[in-house]
């Protein structure tokens, strides 16, 4: 059973464009982290959320909280190729630190 | 400040034949997390330690794999003997008393 579903599972899109890529579950988060993995190496922090609602800013990147704590959602406005990447959300689900991980969404940004 | 370390970046080895990976946390981080990358996936985790202890190891596969963290700083990750479906990316994270993960590069193993 998978506890966290992205979509869409691949995106290819042209510079410049706009994009939200989803995180979905039916169970309630302690938190919710967004990372970005590119080839070869690990995930890197991109934002954590805890509040229902939250909303973040990351330059061109935002990050929404749903209010019920099941989703969230990441938009990047004006994409460059430099955004490229899997994009991975993980939610804590009971505030152990244990980190139940998405499958990603991977972007590809065309120049 | 140095991040995860992960060694070897790659190995490729026959079915059947153990292998060990290496992992030295960020310094003065207590948790340490083994996860299991496959392709197209998101990291799974194997095992978690607080300092020298496994407090969750629920998802490692104990009829192969083992894992150690003695004096609770560097770890160590062993398959013995692989199998085929062991062919994955296998990450290292480590925390200090905070859900906030700091990963590795990860060790991709082919196992042939």
């Known amino acids: 059973t998978q506890l966290l579903e992205q979509s869409p599972q691949f995106l290819s899109i042209q510079e410049g464009e706009n994009l939200t890529v989803y995180c979905n579950s039916s169970?309630?988060?302690?938190?919710l982290q967004w990372y970005r993995q590119e080839p070869g190496e690990g995930p890197v922090l991109l934002v954590t959320?805890?509040?229902?609602?939250e909303v973040k800013k990351l330059k061109r990147l935002t990050f929404q909280f749903g209010d019920a704590r099941k989703d969230s959602s990441l938009h990047i406005t004006a994409a460059q190729p430099g955004d490229t990447g899997l994009y991975l959300c993980?939610?804590?689900?009971?505030?152990?630190?244990?980190?139940?991980f998405g499958s990603g969404t991977r972007l590809l940004v065309r120049p | 400040e140095a991040g995860v370390v992960q060694s070897p970046r790659y190995k490729i080895i026959e079915k059947k034949q153990p292998v060990a990976f290496w992992c030295n946390p960020i310094?003065?981080?207590?948790?340490l997390y083994w996860y299991r990358q496959n392709l197209g996936q998101g990291p799974e985790l194997l095992i978690r330690?607080?300092?020298?202890?496994?407090?969750?190891d629920s998802q490692l596969p104990k009829d192969r794999f083992s894992a150690e963290r003695l004096k609770g700083v560097d770890s160590t990750l062993k398959i013995q003997p692989a199998e085929l479906g062991d062919s994955a990316v296998y990450l290292c994270?480590?925390?200090?008393?905070?859900?906030?993960?700091?990963f590795g590069p990860g060790t991709r193993l082919t196992v042939l």
């Open positions: 959320v805890v509040t229902g609602g």
């Open positions: 330690y607080e300092n020298e202890e496994a407090v969750d």
């Open positions: 993980a939610a804590e689900m009971d505030s152990s630190y244990k980190l139940i």
């Open positions: 994270a480590s925390s200090l008393g905070a859900p906030t993960q700091y």
């Open positions: 310094s003065g981080h207590n948790t």
């Open positions: 169970s309630v988060f302690s938190s």
